[in-house]
């Protein structure tokens, strides 16, 4: 059977893109499909590019604020040059993910909405071509909860806050999780009072649970949050809307200029028509194995919409392998035991592997857990930004099997116990490391040093060794 391309890639972000380029560098006809006039996906126009730049603007008005108070003008003054200055830092990244390179790669780009007809065969706008191969990579939205009266509010979301021109004076963030908490710490230090509601017992139920009690008492500085807080119902009131919810079996209410829905994603496959082509989905995420195939041999699902790790640097490694398994007919597998994320608050998180509570159902009395705080090493001491602290988890020889901080720059210095894990070297092998001193690092190497004594200080090879030295030395 003759195809009209060898490979169609639905989805221009960041998966879809890392498969497009890598299979026509190989020289693979290539049809990349993308419904929206840009490519680039969720995390250029309304994920990580746009909110950090948001993060970060946030951050230096923040510290303007400590040093001279801020008024109400400058607030406001403020949040708009922010918002404006968001908008340049993604049309700066922009301009890398530009048509013109991927078509200078030999990719035939077409801009449309596309839906199977069958295994094979593709509807895009008024056409129909036939693929060999398909991945699709068609991202996530933000879902919205069943909340009585939602409807009948102008909430945002994190795909329309960054469209927001004048200061809100107050906002109510629903979810307690990644996006709600990077938001609502921005707008906060941008001079909105912000209240955050979390439906379960904790903020970032995916974080190790001394990690997220921490995090909830750093960011308590910053925001007002509520835990155990169900909204029932929303409705408009003459200064924007008003939640009502459920705390522990009592009723409140929190009235918000703006509301911002952030209770998770939903994969974007319910216009693919995945039926006609057998591909199995699971709760609308679309069914994939370790070498990113679906339940048809020669269709594969990359990044948000295979339910697998909602990040952008983990749809680019699916990516990485769909392409070579695509292309080459390998059988490569994707592992995620080696993937870390960052949350990018202030202080930020890192996280890597199990949580605590994990690796303890998994290797009992054999766990070891070491933790240094940042209080006790001398750069976080001299910058005074002491709260926080570190803890990795090992097995009994020192195998990495989680690692987890809260500090100033976390996601950068923890990264080195990522790359030793990557690397299958052993935990106390840091400790072998020369670090520069006083950089933030050191929290690391002292943490490593805990092993040897734990493992070699406190042990009876320890005490032969003193009496080696006392008695023959």
């Not at 990359?302 to 769909?322: L, Q």
């Not at 199990?354 to 009395?365: C, F, I, L, P, R």
């Amino acid at each position: 059977m003759s195809f009209d391309y060898q490979l169609v890639v639905i989805g221009g972000g960041s998966g879809g893109l890392t498969v497009a380029a890598g299979a026509a560098s190989f020289g693979t006809k290539v049809a990349l499909i993308e419904r929206k006039s840009e490519l680039g996906g969720d995390c250029l126009h309304y994920g990580c590019m746009p909110s950090k730049a948001l993060i970060q603007a946030a951050k230096e008005v923040h510290q303007a604020n400590e040093v001279n108070r801020l008024d109400a003008a400058a607030y406001d003054q403020l949040f708009r040059s922010s918002m404006e200055r968001v908008q340049e830092a993604v049309q700066e990244v922009q301009e890398h993910d530009s048509k013109d390179r991927f078509i200078n790669l030999g990719i035939d780009i077409i801009e449309a909405e596309a839906s199977f007809l069958d295994e094979h065969t593709l509807r895009v706008g008024d056409q129909q071509i036939t693929a060999k191969r398909v991945v699709l990579a068609t991202g996530s939205s933000p879902f919205l909860p069943p909340i009585d009266g939602l409807d009948t509010i102008d909430y945002v979301t994190n795909e329309t806050i960054f469209s927001l021109k004048e200061r809100p004076k107050s906002l109510a963030v629903i979810g307690g999780g990644i996006i709600g908490l990077e938001l609502s710490q921005a707008m906060s230090r941008l001079g909105v009072d912000v209240t955050v509601l979390e439906a379960g017992d904790r903020i970032l139920a995916k974080e190790d649970e001394e990690i997220a009690e921490e995090a909830g008492h750093l960011l308590s500085e910053d925001l007002r949050i509520l835990t155990r807080a169900s909204v029932n119902r929303v409705e408009r009131d003459h200064q924007g809307a008003v939640l009502h919810y459920s705390k522990d079996g009592e009723d409140g209410q929190v009235h918000a200029e703006q509301v911002l829905v952030a209770v998770g994603r939903k994969p974007n496959t319910d216009k693919l028509d995945l039926d006609q082509a057998g591909v199995g989905t699971d709760k609308g995420f679309i069914s994939v194995d370790a070498t990113m195939r679906t339940s048809k041999r020669h269709i594969y699902a990359v990044g948000d919409c295979n339910g697998s790790m909602p990040f952008t640097h983990v749809a680019g490694m699916e990516g990485k392998v769909a392409v070579s398994n695509a292309v080459f007919g390998l059988s490569r597998k994707v592992s995620y035991e080696k993937v870390p994320w960052v949350i990018y608050t202030a202080p930020e998180i890192y996280h890597l592997g199990m949580t605590e509570q994990e690796a303890k159902a998994v290797y009992g009395d054999s766990l070891m857990t070491f933790k240094t705080k940042l209080e006790n090493n001398d750069r976080f001491m001299a910058e005074q930004r002491k709260e926080g602290f570190v803890k990795v988890l090992t097995n009994s020889r020192g195998k990495i099997v989680g690692a987890h901080a809260i500090g100033e720059g976390a996601g950068e210095w923890m990264q080195e116990v990522g790359t030793v894990q990557a690397l299958n070297k052993k935990f106390q092998a840091i400790s072998n490391i020369i670090h520069p001193y006083p950089a933030r690092n050191n929290v690391v190497s002292q943490t490593a040093d805990l092993f040897w004594r734990e493992k070699l200080f406190d042990s009876n090879i320890n005490k032969a060794l003193r009496w080696y030295v006392k008695n023959l030395r």
